[in-house]
């Protein structure tokens, strides 16, 4: 079995590409609600994230969770900054000590993963926020395991209801962050934060 530490790495790095894939769509998406700078911010902070696995290939599996999210509180300026890192070091917390993971495992981890985001940012379901996206895949990934779902199946369900998540933003206007500014011109509009906690989520269903 793929030790923990080499799969959060496979995760990581392919979240960084897929991050690099869409900057530009997650920097469209931020100009029309935001400051425009969500895709080349994260893009940059994954790009040092990669950088921090390729120098140090020793660390455990819970550093390498922590060390991406201080990497990303180093280089990704603004609101996703601190709630990303928030994510990656509760996440952190709930893979310290395992050699390998199990289903149950992967549900604690991206629960802490979300709970991260919640306990900072204190958004709500329906605010236009990261959480739209992840709410859902926490709670499909936690249906579909409770069905009998091997957890390749259950995270790509889950990576779905993340994307679904993430498109369902588009009428609503936003509670949080930055585009409570725009008000109703958030309409019609989907969150950036979304869109990429979506992209994190897929990355995690397409290397497990
Ligand atoms: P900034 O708005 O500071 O420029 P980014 O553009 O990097 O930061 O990220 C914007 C995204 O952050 C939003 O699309 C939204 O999903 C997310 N966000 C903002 N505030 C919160 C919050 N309190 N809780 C969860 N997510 C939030
Ligand atoms: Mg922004």
Known sequence: MITTTA???????HAAA???EHRELLTELDCTLGDGDHGLNL???????VGTLT?????????VLHEAGIRLIANVGGASGSLYAAAFCSAAQAVAGHQSLQAADVLTL?????DGISTLGSAKAGDKTMLDALNPAVTTLDTALMRGRT??????SAAAAAQAGAAATMPLVARRGRAVYVGEHARGHQDPGATSAALLVLAFAEVM
């Open 18 to 20: 897929l991050i690099h």
């Open 7 to 13: 799969m959060l790495r496979n995760w990581l790095r």
């Open 43 to 49: 893009d940059r902070g994954f790009v040092a994230i």
């Open 151 to 156: 957890l390749s199946a259950a995270l790509h």
């Open 55 to 63: 120098h140090d290939t020793e660390m455990s599996a819970d550093k």
């Open 110 to 114: 991206m629960r802490a993963f979300r």
